[in-house]
């Protein structure tokens, strides 16, 4: 009995000298909406548009000297440039630029990314619409229209075929830290679960 005390003991001891990691990641199957939008980029096809799949993820800090926070949003091999590329919501869907205000947050802190020129054809956003008994036409779609379909949640269980499309590729999130008086920008990286 005594060697068992004193196994769980030291157990219980390494874990709590093991150095804790100051920040962390993970991503979240979200409740947010998969939204079809025009196609941005009309020159380069006109016979699709625009569907954004929210990801979700919880960052938590856990050292009060952390200086910088920047997130970077790789899709098929590219860092997508925010505003322009991908958007950035707090889980309230207000729209943040950065994360920096948000070290000093004591509490996890959900964002939503959303990608906004991830094509699909109009044939295949039709079958979108009719297979969620969405009554709406693409012939009028323009600037500023969205096309709420339902939430990724459900999403990603009934549309299979698009997400395994991505999933080939190994999209990902990196959020570099940097401590105050440090240079070094420390990565942490999280591959997307589409």
Not at 125 to 134: C, P, Q, V
Request: aromatic letters at 10%.
């Amino acid at each position: 009995m005594k060697k068992i005390i004193l196994l769980a003991f030291t157990i219980c001891t390494i874990n709590s000298c093991k150095k804790k990691e100051y920040i962390t990641i993970k991503q979240i199957v979200s409740d947010q909406i998969v939204t079809i939008t025009p196609n941005l980029k009309k020159i380069d096809a006109k016979d699709s548009v625009s569907i954004n799949i929210p990801a979700e993820f919880e960052i938590e800090t856990y050292d009060s000297s952390l200086e910088s926070i920047n997130l970077y949003y790789v899709i098929n091999q590219k860092n997508l440039m925010q505003i322009s590329e991908f958007e950035m919501f707090i889980s309230n869907n207000k729209p943040i630029n950065n994360l920096k205000f948000y070290l000093s947050v004591e509490k996890p802190l959900r964002i939503i990314l959303r990608e906004k020129n991830h094509l699909i054809s109009k044939n295949y956003a039709r079958e979108l619409l009719k297979r969620y008994n969405i009554n709406k036409s693409l012939e009028d779609f323009k600037l500023g229209d969205t096309i709420k379909l339902v939430s990724y949640n459900q999403f990603r269980k009934e549309n299979s075929f698009i997400l395994n499309d991505l999933r080939k590729v190994g999209d990902t999130v990196i959020i570099t830290t940097r401590k105050k008086g440090e240079e070094i920008y420390k990565p942490t990286k999280i591959k997307i679960n589409w």
